[in-house]
């Protein structure tokens, strides 16, 4: 990460990119892939002889991220959001109403032309910020463009999207596909290891790892017991640390058949009493780890894109067995239920609602079915036993032919990748007009 330039070199700045996001969902699938995009198209452009004297300084865009408060953060997203490709500064969560509100930033200086892009929050945000800043505002639509008037440019993800632009405005809009599904850009599977293996992943904030690790723990012991040749990993997410999975790890999953299991950290990998081990992966983005699996275990969210992406099979958990935690409400919702006094009430009631609705109209959960718009993946919703998903691993584990046509679904549902390549293309224009 480079340092924010002193007064004396402002000069050398000649553009700002500013992005707005939020969550670990959005920094992983909307920021990350944007920012490897650009990484890409500036190298190629370095490639081409500029005709300016090499004693005269090139200018240099910066990149800075102001993230805004998020339920679903987990606390590590400014740090993650450091890591990123050409990323210079980061407003961490915790200063972005002051910066919203009243210009304030930690001794951050501005260059006169810039641009905000929209990869995350509240659409507003974007437009309120950049009209103080007097830049130019592009704003990433997953679902709905809003703020026409105020907003440059739009990347809407398909064209149904477009369509709900008013005619007037639709000559700012272009349909460049869904980050999600370019969060990985096309790659080649990875040779799969000479023992099965399957990839954990229980999510990367405290609300999903308080459910999901005890489960996903329990489910390998079980497994571990009937199949002693099956191993397990846990992609790491940038958001979390190896001693916070153990942390969510030590409590066992509450069934009526005590199924639970606990673990604990040794040597970077986590170990059951009965001797299962789940071993810790660092690397990111884990794509080898996850597409040498036979199969995936998931949690609901941004994860489940970027398996369909890979065409990776996957089951996805949503337990309920915890009555009085979010299992994955937002907003208005997640703020009455973190309420001193009435929110876990309230969080029964919600859950219950929430539930209840879902399982009535059959509600899609992840992001392939929600593609599809029907279940090309398994999804299992309600209180959930360690057995019941273990049984479900070893029945599709011994049809590998199931997990082939999982794998088509996927390659069908997910399309075409570029749009990354695409948003960075608009972005370089912008800056450059």
């Known amino acids: 990460m480079t340092s924010t330039p002193q007064p004396n070199d402002i000069t050398s700045i000649a553009t700002d990119i500013l992005i707005l996001s939020n969550g670990p969902g959005e920094l992983m699938t909307w920021v990350y892939p944007f920012l490897k995009a650009l990484e890409k198209s500036w190298k190629i452009s370095e490639k081409i002889p500029e005709k300016i004297p090499e004693v005269i300084p090139k ?7 102001a993230l805004a408060p998020c339920q679903n953060a987990s606390g590590q997203e400014a740090r993650t959001a450091k890591g990123f490709p050409k990323v210079d500064r980061v407003l961490p969560q915790e200063q972005f109403f002051d910066f919203l509100l009243w210009g304030k930033t930690p001794d951050w200086s501005w260059s006169k ?12 945000f974007a437009v309120a910020i950049a009209k103080r800043l007097g830049y130019k505002i592009l704003i990433y639509a997953e679902w709905e463009a809003r703020w026409y008037q105020w907003a440059d440019l739009f990347a809407v993800r398909n064209e149904a999207i477009l369509a709900k632009i008013p005619a007037t405005y639709q000559y700012k809009a272009t349909v460049i596909g869904d980050l999600m599904v370019d969060r990985l850009e096309a790659q080649p599977r990875a040779e799969l290891i000479a023992k099965p293996q399957i990839c954990l992943m229980p999510g990367s904030k405290g609300v999903k790892l308080q459910i999901g690790m005890p489960l996903m723990v329990a489910i390998a012991d079980i497994i571990k017991q009937q199949r002693p040749d099956i191993e397990f990993v846990i992609p790491l997410a940038p958001t979390t640390t190896p001693e916070i999975l153990a942390q969510y790890a030590q409590a066992c999953f509450p069934t009526a058949d005590s199924e639970g299991s606990t673990a604990i950290l040794v040597d970077g990998s986590l170990l059951t009493p009965r001797g299962t081990l789940i071993k810790i992966y660092h690397d990111f983005p884990a794509h080898e780890v996850i597409t040498s699996s036979q199969l995936c275990l998931t949690t609901v969210g941004a994860n489940t894109a970027e398996l369909a992406s890979l065409h990776q099979p996957m089951l996805v958990l949503l337990p309920t067995n915890f009555a009085d935690i979010k299992i994955g409400w937002d907003g208005l919702l997640g703020l009455l239920a973190a309420a001193p006094l009435l929110g876990k009430t309230l969080s029964r009631l919600i859950n219950f609602i929430l539930i209840s609705q879902i399982a ?3 509600q899609l959960l992840s992001w392939p079915n929600i593609w599809a718009g029907k279940a090309i993946v398994p999804e299992f919703l309600g209180k959930l036993t360690p057995t019941q998903i273990a049984d479900q691993v070893l029945f599709y584990l011994d049809r590998p032919e199931e997990l082939e046509k999982m794998r088509d679904r996927l390659k069908q549902v997910c399309g075409q990748t570029g749009a990354a390549s695409k948003l960075a293309t608009m972005v370089i224009q912008a800056i450059n007009q």
Do not use: E, M, N, Y
């Open 59 to 65: 200018p240099k865009t910066r990149i800075s991220i």
């Open 113 to 124: 032309q810039g641009i905000v892009v929209f990869l995350g929050g509240d659409q507003f």
């Open 360 to 362: 009535k109209k059959g």
